[in-house]
C-alpha cells in the first residue's frame, strides 16, 4: 500500500503536464486505441496542455500583479485576504487525510461509471484538491473522519453530475467533443449563473439585450479583433494600476498575446485529444449501448477563450470595487484575480457569449465567492497554521481565496456538514439534489423528446 501511494505521489509531483500524457495513455489503451497511436495522443494533449499552461502563465504573470497593483493604489482596507489557490492546495496536500480523500474520489468516480450514474471518466487528478479541500476543511472542524470523507463524497457526485450536465454545452460553444470539465472552481459558477441566468430571460428588455465579441468585430470593426480588444482592455488594466507607459505596454501587448495564442494551443490540444475521444465512443457503442462517455479535463482548457478572457478582463477591475460596496464582505480579492477566468468560463458557454449577461452573471459569482470566502476565512486560517503554513499575516488578519469554500458548491456542501446539526443538514442537501438530479436526467430528457416529436409532426404536416 505504501509504494502504490508512494508511486501516486510522485506522479502528483510530477504535475499535470506529465501525468495527463500518462492518464491519456492508458485511457487510450483500455478504449482500444492502437499502442503507438494513442502513446502520440498522449504526448501531443500533454505538449498543448503545457502550451495552454504557459499562456495561462503569461496571462496570471501580467494581470495578476497589475490586479494586486490595483488593489495597493486604490487604498482597499479589508482584513481578509485572499491568498491564491495556489496556497489552498499546499494547505490541502499537506493535509494527514489527503491519501484518504484522493483514493475515496476516485473510486467514487469508477463505481459511478460502472452503475451507470455518471459518464464523466475524469483523468484530472491533480484537480481533485478541489473537491478534497472540504474534507480537509470538515476534518479540521469536526475531528471526524466520516464526515470528512462524506464531504469529499458528496462534493465527487455533484462535480461529475455537473460535469455531466454543462458536457453538451462546452462541445456546443467551445468545440470540445467528448470532454467533460470537472474543475470545481469552473463548475461551481452554474449554481449561480443558471438560475441568474434564467431571471434575465424573464425581464422584459434585458432579455433583448445581447452582445458578443461577434458583434463587436461587426460593430467596432478593427477595435473589435480579439486582438486589438485584449491589447486595449490590457492597456486599461495598465493604467488603471498606475503603470508606468512601458509597463502598460507590456501588459497590453500580453493580453493581446493571449488573446491569440490560446485557440492555437487549444486545438494542438484537440488534435491529440480527438483519437482518444473517437475510441471513447466505439467502446461506448460497444459496451454501453446508447452511451456516451466524456473525458474530465481541466478547464484550463477554456479558460483562454477570446470571450472568457474580454468578459475577464472587464469583471476583474469590477471585482475590486465590488469588493469595497458589498455588504458583509471583508474580503480583499488579490492573488486570485488572475484566475477569475476559470470563475467566468462555463457562465459564458451558458450565455452563448452574451457578454452583457457574462458581466452581471460573472459579478454575481464574484459576490458569492467573496461572500463565502469571509465567513469561511477563519477556518482556514487556522487549518494553514495546523499544517505548518505561515503566512506572516498582520495581527487579526485572515485568509481566503477565490478556491476551497469560497466556491459557492464547496461552501454549501461544508456549510452542512459543520454547521448546525448535520443529521438534518446532509439529508436536506442530497433531497436538494437529488430533485436536481431527476430532472436533469429524467424530466428534462423527456421534455425534449416531447418537444422534438412535435416540432416533426409539425414538419410533417406542413409537407
Known sequence: MELIYDVFQTLLNAGPTVLLPLIILGVGLVFGVKPAKAFRSGLTVGIGFAGI???INLLSSSLGPAAKAMVERWGFSLDVLDVGWGTIAAVTWASPIIPILIFAILAINIIMLILKKTNTLDVDIWNYHHMAIVGVMTYFVTGNIFLAVGASAVMAIVTFKLSDWSAPMVEDYFGLPGVSLPTVSALSSLIVAVPLNWVLDKIPGVNKINFSLKDAKKYLGFFGEP????LILGGIIG?????NFTDIANVAVNMSAVLVLIPKMTSLFMEG????????KKFAKKRFKGRDLYIGLDAAVISGNPDVITTSLIVIPLT???AVVLPGNRMLPFADLAVVPFRVALVVALTRGNLFKNVVIGLATTAA???AGTVTAPVLTDLAGSVGIDLSLA??????SFAATSLTQSFLVFMAFTVGNPLINIPVLLVVFGIVWYYMDVVKPRKLA???IEVANEVEQSV
Do not use: D, F, W
Not at 395 to 400: D, N, R
Open 53 to 55: 499552461k504557459l499562456v
Open 227 to 230: 486582438i486589438i480588444m485584449g
Open 239 to 243: 493604467a488603471l494600476a498606475g503603470y
Open 273 to 280: 485529444l480527438m483519437p482518444i475521444s473517437e475510441g471513447a
Open 320 to 322: 475590486i470595487l465590488l
Open 369 to 371: 465567492i467573496l461572500l
Open 395 to 400: 495581527a487579526g488578519a485572515l485568509i481566503s
Open 450 to 452: 416531447k418537444e422534438n
